[in-house]
């Protein structure tokens, strides 16, 4: 990287073009992209309009408007691996109907990394993307308090994203985004309450949610970001939470018991009947060794008595996943797609860890350390559930594809390939 290039990254993104530079496809992509980030936590549906808009406007794009092909970043070629190993797994598997829409899902959160690679050319776009998410989340936050303390709530559920541990895996990715830009960047005092707010909103949904794996999760990662920025007030965000379970289990008896429970050492680290359901996966990965029964194929049918996998394995009507994102993995795509998850974490870590000295703008910091957390968070998450779900993905491949093209703006390429290994971080 040239001293020009890294003058211009640490001043922020000159290089991108203005507002008036977009032509009209361009200015809809990008904000379809927003309103799609938005909708992630509200509306299953809205943000599959908004998915199917920019996936049409982005093709109509690629192959009507842009002539040059940009250079695929590394967390691209770890994608396109990942949708590839799917492919085969689903060609190779005995049923061709869920194997179909395992493939769909995969390609829906691939894509979407190069829709936002599209989309985002402006200064200023990681402010919109962090406002997106903060308004989306924190309107779900309001309308989830609603249904909790005056509609009722038999069962936990976060809206679109759905039950306790996914939504806390996604609550979570959130907070650590939002901390991160606080403690980062200097916004206006306006903009620090509303972002504030939404912190605490997302804190009381986290700590009603009884996920114990994430708010793990967030104590170890949240303590980990606040030595990492030296920005000693994060740490209070972990204090709420603790207060917030605290104020939950002395209002509700069942959590009491289960924090009781928790509280002897033996119980804590024991994950309920999941080494069952893990030794079961195995048994399916042993059977179908290079590419599994299929993507989606773990569970068919609801009715286990119907389940052609679950039912041959013993495997219990309430168990519709190996609830381990690797396990899970091998039992569905094979050593094929294990494979290919590993090179798409080595991938998205070494993206990360190559702008650790880097000196970055300010916004641009704040995005890479949230992300940095974001995909710690859903590694956590992997150990008791397939972490890679819909939102989830969308979420960190629009961060990683913000990322990319923030810094490819400054340094050519994809931005990971030119620096001086003597280039320090710039520090505030």
Request: proline residues 4%.
């Given at each position: 990287?040239?001293?020009?290039?890294?003058g211009?990254?640490?001043q922020g993104?000159e290089p991108?073009?203005g507002?008036?530079g977009?032509?009209?496809?361009?200015r809809g992509?990008?904000?379809?992209?927003?309103?799609?980030?938005a909708m992630l936590?509200?509306?299953?549906?809205?943000k599959?309009i908004?998915?199917?808009?920019?996936?049409a406007l982005?093709?109509?794009l690629?192959?009507?408007?842009?002539?040059?092909?940009p250079?695929?970043?590394?967390?691209?070629?770890?994608?396109?691996g990942?949708?590839?190993?799917?492919?085969?797994?689903?060609l190779?598997?005995?049923?061709?109907?869920p194997?179909?829409?395992?493939?769909w899902?995969v390609?829906?959160h691939?894509?979407f990394?190069?829709?936002?690679?599209?989309?985002?050319?402006l200064?200023?776009d990681?402010?919109?993307?962090?406002?997106?998410?903060?308004v989306?989340?924190?309107a779900?936050?309001?309308?989830?308090?609603?249904?909790?303390?005056?509609?009722?709530?038999?069962?936990?559920?976060?809206l679109?994203?759905?039950?306790?541990?996914?939504s806390?895996?996604?609550?979570?990715?959130?907070?650590?985004?939002?901390?991160?830009?606080?403690?980062?960047?200097?916004v206006?005092a306006?903009?620090?309450?509303?972002?504030?707010?939404?912190?605490?909103a997302?804190?009381?949904v986290?700590?009603?949610?009884e996920?114990?794996t994430?708010?793990?999760a967030?104590?170890?990662l949240?303590?980990?970001?606040t030595v990492?920025?030296?920005?000693?007030?994060?740490?209070?965000?972990v204090?709420?939470l603790?207060?917030?379970?605290?104020v939950?289990?002395?209002?509700?008896?069942?959590?009491?018991?289960r924090?009781?429970?928790?509280?002897?050492?033996?119980?804590?680290l024991?994950?309920?009947?999941r080494?069952?359901?893990?030794?079961?996966?195995?048994?399916?990965?042993?059977d179908?060794p290079?590419?599994?029964?299929g993507?989606?194929?773990?569970?068919?049918?609801e009715?286990?008595s119907?389940?052609?996998?679950?039912?041959r394995?013993?495997?219990?009507?309430?168990?519709?996943?190996?609830h381990?994102?690797?396990?899970h993995t091998?039992?569905?795509?094979g050593?094929?797609?294990?494979?290919?998850l590993?090179?798409?974490?080595?991938?998205?870590?070494?993206?990360?860890?190559?702008l650790?000295?880097?000196p970055?703008?300010?916004?641009v910091?704040?995005?890479?350390?949230?992300?940095v957390?974001?995909?710690?968070?859903?590694?956590i998450?992997?150990v008791?559930?397939?972490?890679i779900?819909?939102e989830?993905?969308l979420?960190?491949?629009a961060?990683?594809?913000?990322?990319a093209?923030?810094?490819?703006?400054?340094?050519?390429?994809?931005?990971?390939r030119?620096?001086k290994?003597g280039v320090?971080?710039g520090?505030?």
């Amino acid at each position: 990287m040239s001293g020009d290039q890294i003058g211009t990254v640490a001043q922020g993104i000159e290089p991108m073009v203005g507002a008036a530079g977009l032509t009209a496809l361009e200015r809809g992509l990008r904000w379809s992209v927003l309103f799609t980030v938005a909708m992630l936590p509200l509306s299953e549906a809205a943000k599959n309009i908004g998915f199917a808009v920019s996936l049409a406007l982005y093709l109509t794009l690629l192959f009507l408007h842009d002539r040059q092909r940009p250079a695929l970043p590394l967390v691209g070629l770890g994608l396109l691996g990942l949708f590839g190993a799917t492919v085969l797994s689903a060609l190779a598997s005995e049923y061709p109907y869920p194997a179909a829409r395992g493939v769909w899902e995969v390609f829906r959160h691939a894509s979407f990394f190069f829709i936002a690679l599209r989309a985002f050319r402006l200064d200023g776009d990681i402010g919109r993307f962090v406002a997106a998410i903060a308004v989306g989340t924190g309107a779900a936050a309001l309308v989830f308090f609603y249904q909790y303390f005056l509609v009722g709530m038999p069962l936990f559920r976060f809206l679109s994203i759905g039950g306790k541990n996914a939504s806390a895996q996604f609550l979570v990715m959130v907070l650590l985004l939002l901390l991160s830009v606080l403690a980062v960047v200097r916004v206006e005092a306006r903009e620090r309450w509303a972002l504030a707010a939404a912190v605490i909103a997302l804190l009381l949904v986290l700590g009603i949610s009884e996920a114990r794996t994430m708010w793990i999760a967030f104590i170890v990662l949240g303590f980990g970001l606040t030595v990492w920025l030296r920005r000693w007030w994060v740490a209070v965000a972990v204090v709420v939470l603790v207060g917030v379970v605290t104020v939950v289990a002395i209002q509700d008896q069942a959590v009491r018991e289960r924090l009781a429970y928790l509280s002897k050492a033996r119980n804590f680290l024991r994950f309920s009947e999941r080494p069952v359901v893990w030794q079961q996966s195995l048994r399916i990965w042993r059977d179908h060794p290079w590419f599994g029964v299929g993507p989606r194929a773990f569970k068919i049918d609801e009715d286990v008595s119907r389940d052609p996998v679950r039912s041959r394995y013993g495997i219990e009507g309430t168990q519709g996943q190996a609830h381990n994102l690797w396990v899970h993995t091998a039992a569905e795509m094979g050593a094929v797609g294990l494979l290919a998850l590993f090179g798409w974490m080595a991938a998205v870590g070494i993206s990360l860890w190559r702008l650790h000295r880097i000196p970055l703008d300010p916004w641009v910091r704040g995005l890479w350390v949230g992300t940095v957390g974001a995909f710690g968070a859903m590694m956590i998450a992997g150990v008791t559930e397939p972490a890679i779900g819909y939102e989830h993905s969308l979420l960190l491949n629009a961060e990683l594809a913000l990322l990319a093209t923030t810094v490819a703006s400054a340094c050519g390429d994809d931005g990971l390939r030119r620096r001086k290994p003597g280039v320090q971080e710039g520090r505030r």
